[in-house]
């Protein structure tokens, strides 16, 4: 058992002073305010919930700073993403992902949302463990000390009627069935939630739809949704329907589907998403990267969609940057100010994200809760001066100093305990870039 003594904590009503939380067995046994107890560890700053990055592609991570030497699309940026995965085998995957995470947690970041589809060998041939690639993930996750959610992807076609390329052969089981079968034959250890996605209404055609809803009813659902104008045209060309009415229309609108990006929705999507319970994870630092567009997320919150939070291709890892772009996002759309409060994008970046990845008992410092707590500094030349619940918007991922996850302490005083993070990261990504 250990207590840490917090100069100021974010509990359920907003940032208190002088916060004792007692810790055993990886959970809050006790919270309490007033002086430090006699041999409490103190956390200076403002101690947050531990942060969910409710969407990540951690193969991403090795794109940072190498696709801006030429104008593009998305789908240009595509065709260099598609190179690194055609580097990566379950070795290097495990190396790239290890560093990705350990970034992930200096920045606070206690739980990810994995969104993997890359399963197979470079021909589409499984490995030996069919799940190899999906290991690799869990071991990095275990080893940079964060929790994870491997959303197992479904991606069975390359566009909409359209072949899989030679790269995305490996993203690919053949069939619903035989994906369903390669997934539920994966076990998973304590550190892990399994969940599933379904890539997109382009890599996963209406007939398979429904099959995928069934088999995964009960678990964390996510997919990719009208990130691109591109999209929507063309499902509507097929089907007659966006993207959002052919999901209802297959019975994946619920409360367990989270909709990644949804950027471009009419108004009647927007009230299908809400008015089932439907999440919406927003990406708005790789939004912006790619030029996608800013998503409705105020209007989604209003119609009812629980909101959450993903650094996606990891052009920024940050959510302090994610969860403030809540606002600031809708500042340049509206041309006026004041449509997230603090609290609300704290929540975005903590309960609300862990819900969608399906650990019901993190995201804020109560009774009962994970112990995950994430400490920021309120004396950087960010931070300083800033009202103790501004902190959010003044600061950013390395005003972190101190998390702990399920009780374990994973960084302090700005280091990884267990990882030489930057020299991971340059290692692995020089491994696998061109």
């Excluded at 801006?68 to 580097?87: N, P, S």
């Excluded at 909409?160 to 690919?172: C, K, P, Y």
Aim: proline residues 4%; hydrophobic residues 45%.
């Amino acid at each position: 058992m250990v207590t840490y003594w917090a100069q100021w904590a974010w509990l359920e009503n907003g940032p208190t002073a002088q916060v004792a939380i007692e810790v055993e067995a990886g959970y809050i046994r006790a919270v309490a305010t007033g002086p430090k107890p006699e041999g409490a560890v103190e956390l200076s700053g403002l101690t947050l919930p531990g942060l969910a990055n409710a969407h990540s592609h951690a193969f991403h991570r090795a794109l940072r700073g190498r696709t801006h030497a030429e104008r593009g699309t998305f789908w240009t940026w595509r065709e260099r993403m598609y190179a690194v995965a055609d580097r990566l085998n379950p070795d290097s995957y495990y190396r790239l992902a290890r560093a990705a995470y350990a970034e992930m947690a200096l920045t606070g970041v206690t739980c990810v949302g994995e969104f993997h589809y890359l399963h197979h060998d470079l021909d589409g041939k499984r490995f030996a463990d069919p799940n190899a690639m999906g290991q690799a993930l869990i071991a990095a996750a275990a080893d940079a000390g964060v929790r994870l959610t491997l959303l197992d992807t479904l991606y069975l076609s390359g566009g909409f009627d359209q072949e899989l390329s030679a790269s995305q052969r490996r993203f690919s089981d053949g069939d619903v069935e035989s994906w369903w079968s390669r997934v539920a034959a994966l076990e998973v250890p304590e550190h892990v939630v399994l969940g599933a996605a379904a890539h997109s209404v382009r890599a996963v055609p209406a007939e398979a739809l429904e099959s995928f809803a069934e088999f995964t009813a009960d678990m964390p659902v996510h997919v990719h949704l009208s990130e691109q104008r591109a999209e929507n045209e063309a499902c509507r060309a097929l089907h007659g329907l966006t993207p959002t009415q052919l999901l209802a229309e297959h019975g994946l609108l619920r409360p367990n589907l989270t909709a990644v990006h949804a950027t471009h929705l009419s108004a009647n999507d927007i009230r299908l998403l809400g008015s089932t319970g439907s999440g919406v994870c927003l990406c708005p630092t790789t939004e912006r990267d790619l030029a996608d567009g800013i998503g409705p997320a105020r209007a989604l919150a209003d119609a009812g969609s629980p909101l959450s939070l993903g650094s996606d291709s990891h052009a920024i890892v940050d959510l302090f940057e994610e969860a403030r772009a809540l606002e600031m996002h809708e500042r340049l759309a509206s041309e006026q100010r004041g449509h997230f409060t603090p609290g609300q994008m704290l929540s975005a970046a903590t309960d609300a994200g862990h819900a969608a990845l399906g650990w019901d008992d993190a995201g804020c410092i109560e009774v009962g809760m994970r112990a995950d707590l994430v400490s920021v500094v309120t004396d950087s030349p960010r931070t300083a001066g800033a009202q103790i619940d501004g902190v959010l918007l003044a600061g950013n991922a390395a005003d972190v100093h101190h998390v702990v996850i399920d009780g374990r302490v994973v960084v302090s005083e700005g280091r990884h305990l267990d990882l030489d993070v930057g020299r991971e990261l340059a290692a692995a990504i020089g491994d696998v870039s061109s």
